[in-house]
């Protein structure tokens, strides 16, 4: 959780190196991990500008431009991961923005 006020944008990005996908795959990525972010009106935010989760990239942001005062919910969920070490799949998230 995390608490910002609206004097800068609000930015999260989820960053993870994946397993390699077979030459002849149709779908490159094979790990998928999820970001969203809840806003403190109760919008869901979803990476890389879509409407839904992201199934392409291993690479996701989502940036609030004017974002309102409150508590905001950063969430990063596992998809699909077949091949995680221990069943888990290492990532690295970078917040960024006016945070209290």
């Known amino acids: 959780v995390t608490v ?9 990005t989820l960053v993870y190196t994946d397993y390699p996908a077979a030459t002849s795959a149709q779908l490159a990525l094979v790990n ?4 969203t972010v809840m ?3 109760g919008h869901k ?5 879509k409407t839904t989760e992201d199934r392409l990239n291993n690479v996701e942001g ?3 431009l004017s974002p309102i005062p409150g508590i905001y919910t950063v969430q990063v969920s596992g ?5 995680g070490k221990n069943g888990a ?4 998230l970078v917040i960024s923005g006016a945070l209290e």
């Open 62 to 64: 989502i940036e609030v």
């Open 4 to 12: 910002v006020n609206d004097t800068e944008p609000f930015r999260v």
């Open 79 to 83: 998809y699909n991961i077949p091949y």
């Open 32 to 35: 998928d991990i999820d970001l």
């Open 45 to 49: 935010h979803f990476p890389n500008g």
């Open 89 to 92: 799949q290492p990532y690295a």
């Open 39 to 41: 806003s403190a009106d």
